[in-house]
C-alpha cells in the first residue's frame, strides 16, 4: 500500500505569515492528492484536490502544487481560522492519509 | 445541501461486530457518487476503511478486508459498515462521507461523525 509522509507534524506561525505543508507518497501517485483542513471535534473539510485544484468556497489563500511523490500546501497568508490541522490523502490506490500538521498560533 | 449522519451503538463488546448506518439527506444514492467510511483515532490516525458505490460494488482498504463489510439500502437512502471480531484498536471516531471520483478521488461531504468505543 502507498504510504504518506507529511511533514512538519506541527508548526508555529503568526496570522499573515506564509505557510507551507509537504506531503510524499512512497511511490508516484500521479496528482491525486487531496488535501484537508480539520478543526477540533468536526469533520475534515476539503481545500484541493487532484493536487491543485481549490475546492469551492476555499479561499484563495490556499493553494496546493506538487507532482510525482511530492506535494505542498501553501497558506499564503494565514487567517485566524486557518489555525487547524491538515491532512493529506492520495487516492491513486485505495486512500491513505498523511499523518497531519498541526498549525498552532505563534 | 447533502448531509450525512452516523448511527449506531457507542459501545461495542471484544470481539463482537461494529454496525454503523449512514442516513444521506439531500442527495439520492441511486443517483450515483461513492459512499465510503473513514476512521479517526489518535494511534492510528485517519483511516480509510471501504467504499461503496450506487450499484453496490465495493472496495476495502486490504489489511481490514477480512473484517468490513460495507452495504447499501437505496430505497432507505442508507449505507452501512460492519466491521467483525472487533478489539480495543478499533475504537475510533467512524466517518461516512460522499467520495467524487475525479482526479482519483476526493470527500466533498462527511457526517460529523460517531465515536465508538470498545470495551467490556
Known amino acids: 500500500d502507498i504510504q504518506m509522509t507529511q511533514s512538519p507534524s506541527s508548526l508555529s506561525a503568526s496570522v499573515g505569515d506564509r505557510v507551507t505543508i509537504t506531503c510524499r507518497a512512497s511511490?508516484?501517485?500521479?496528482?491525486?492528492l487531496n488535501w484537508y483542513q480539520q478543526k477540533p471535534g468536526k469533520a475534515p473539510q476539503l481545500l484541493i484536490y487532484?493536487?491543485?485544484t481549490l475546492h469551492s468556497g476555499v479561499p484563495s489563500t490556499f493553494s496546493g502544487s506538487g507532482s510525482g511523490t511530492e506535494y505542498t500546501l501553501t497558506i499564503s497568508s494565514l487567517q485566524p481560522e486557518d489555525f487547524a490541522t491538515y491532512f493529506c490523502?492520495?487516492?491513486?490506490?485505495?486512500?491513505?492519509f498523511g499523518q497531519g500538521t498541526k498549525v498552532e498560533i505563534k | 445541501q447533502v448531509h450525512l449522519q452516523e448511527s449506531g451503538p457507542g459501545l461495542v463488546r471484544p470481539s463482537e461486530t461494529l454496525s454503523l448506518v449512514c442516513s444521506v439527506s439531500?442527495?439520492?444514492?441511486?443517483?450515483?457518487?461513492?459512499w465510503t467510511w473513514v476512521r479517526q483515532s489518535p494511534g492510528k490516525g485517519l483511516e480509510w476503511l471501504g467504499t461503496?458505490?450506487?450499484?453496490?460494488?465495493?472496495y476495502y482498504n486490504p489489511p481490514l478486508k477480512s473484517r468490513v463489510t460495507v452495504s447499501v439500502d437505496t430505497a432507505k437512502n442508507q449505507f452501512s459498515l460492519n466491521m467483525n471480531s472487533v478489539t480495543a484498536e478499533d475504537t475510533a471516531v467512524y466517518y461516512c462521507?460522499?467520495?467524487?471520483?475525479?482526479?482519483?478521488?476526493?470527500?466533498?461531504?462527511w457526517g460529523q461523525g460517531a465515536l465508538v468505543s470498545v470495551s467490556s
Open positions: 462521507a460522499r467520495v467524487v471520483a475525479v482526479a482519483g478521488s476526493f470527500v466533498d461531504y
Open positions: 461503496i458505490n450506487h450499484i453496490g460494488t465495493t
Open positions: 511511490q508516484t501517485i500521479d496528482n491525486c
Open positions: 487532484g493536487a491543485s
Open positions: 490523502q492520495q487516492s491513486y490506490n485505495g486512500a491513505t
Open positions: 439531500g442527495y439520492s444514492i441511486s443517483s450515483g457518487y461513492y
